[in-house]
């Protein structure tokens, strides 16, 4: 009889396990055939690209708790690794893991910014802020070869299109000279997500993301350029890193951030197994406070997709952690929004740029 390999975490990446998507008719588990072989011996899990070539790049939502409703994601799957990423389980809609996968196999949209331009011309386009990286991060490592984000941008400065942004990377001011001109007519926000101020609670719960000194640097680097920026405190891990709420916001606005909202963990769909089996691995102390008190927040399950609470949570806990939040707010005399989708940003000023065979207007 086979036995089933046990479960050890991989070198720079966030996830344990690679377990078959839910879709799958069948399941595979790794198994010792035998063969003795050991670490050494087995080839390295290296990260892939696929090309994808979709028909649109501009995603619609209509969820009531989102402040956006239109989003772009140049990427899919997210190297970055981060365990509890609520992205993950989307990699089962391609026949692939959320675990191991996710991170691993990825896939890039080259032709995002032509996209773009062309959803922006249509006669009927009104213009409202665009949200990216509200999915996975536009600022992944394997954006500095693609540079899809660095196009999509372009565009949107080129239509004076408003933008809001998300990331964990210090890439994002390598475009600053896109950004600094787009925030100064109003037209860009970026939000700096910093989880922890612990270096290596960062290093195993997001692998490859940049660490939380670099995340500060690229607050303060935004906002000397002229960016508004925010910090999201994301996710809050009750038993964790709940803790650090106060301190994670009070270095970033003493880094130039101008705004601060938290989102509380959220464990949708196969993300509920992979975080549980990375606490046993990383946090085994901490593995029965930290997921009772999840319970505590979701009346008494793991998730809970409620509209309104699924960001938030109910209950004791829930309510305290909003309240600390209020306080800190008020303590640093914070009046700008949570999230960079919420600040305002102009849409005035919206114009398609001129093309070749375009005909010429009379004045």
């Known amino acids: 009889m086979l036995t089933a390999l046990p479960h050890t975490p991989k070198k720079g990446r966030g996830a344990v396990t690679n377990a078959t998507g839910r879709f799958e008719p069948r399941t595979a588990e790794a198994v010792d055939d035998g063969w003795d072989l050991d670490d050494s011996d087995l080839p ?8 994808e070539r979709p028909k649109t790049i501009i995603t ?12 772009i994601n140049p990427y899919r799957g997210c190297e970055h690794g981060c365990v509890y990423c609520f992205a993950r389980p989307t990699h089962a809609f391609h026949g692939l893991s959320p675990g191991l996968d996710f991170e691993s196999k990825l896939f890039a949209k080259p032709d995002a910014a032509a996209l773009l331009d062309a959803a ?9 802020p665009i949200a990216i990286g509200t999915n996975t991060d536009p600022y992944q490592p394997i954006e500095r070869e693609h540079r899809i984000m660095r196009s999509v ?3 949107l400065d080129a239509f004076n299109h408003p933008v809001s942004i998300v990331t964990k990377s210090a890439m994002v001011s390598r475009d600053l000279d896109i950004l600094g001109p787009m925030a100064a007519r109003g037209l860009a926000s970026v939000g700096l997500s910093v989880t922890t ?18 995340r500060l640097a690229t607050i303060r680097a935004l906002s000397e350029a002229g960016v508004h920026t925010f910090c999201l405190a994301a996710p809050m891990i009750p038993g964790l890193n709940d803790h650090e709420l106060e301190a994670i916001i009070e270095a970033a606005v003493e880094a130039g951030a101008r705004g601060a909202g938290y989102v509380l963990l959220r464990l949708p769909l196969e993300i509920k197994d992979l975080f549980t089996e990375w606490l046993d691995q990383h946090e085994p102390g901490r593995k029965s406070k930290v997921l009772n008190m999840m319970r505590e927040t979701r009346g008494g399950a793991l998730y809970v997709t409620d509209w309104g609470t699924r960001q938030r949570g109910t209950g004791q806990y829930a309510d305290l952690l909003e309240a600390r939040m209020k306080g800190i707010k008020k303590r640093l005399g914070l009046v700008e929004a949570e999230r960079p989708a919420e600040s305002p940003l102009r849409t005035d000023l919206f114009q398609p740029p001129p093309q070749a065979g375009d005909q010429l207007k009379l004045l």
């Open 153 to 155: 941008l372009e565009v």
């Open 44 to 51: 390295k899990l290296r990260t892939t690209v696929t090309i």
């Open 120 to 128: 922006l011309r249509k006669p009927n386009y009104k213009p409202a």
């Open 197 to 214: 101020l612990d270096r290596d609670l960062a290093r195993r719960m997001e692998p490859r993301a940049a660490t939380p000194g670099r």
């Open 60 to 71: 619609r939502n209509t969820s009531p708790d989102v402040p956006f409703d239109r989003s």
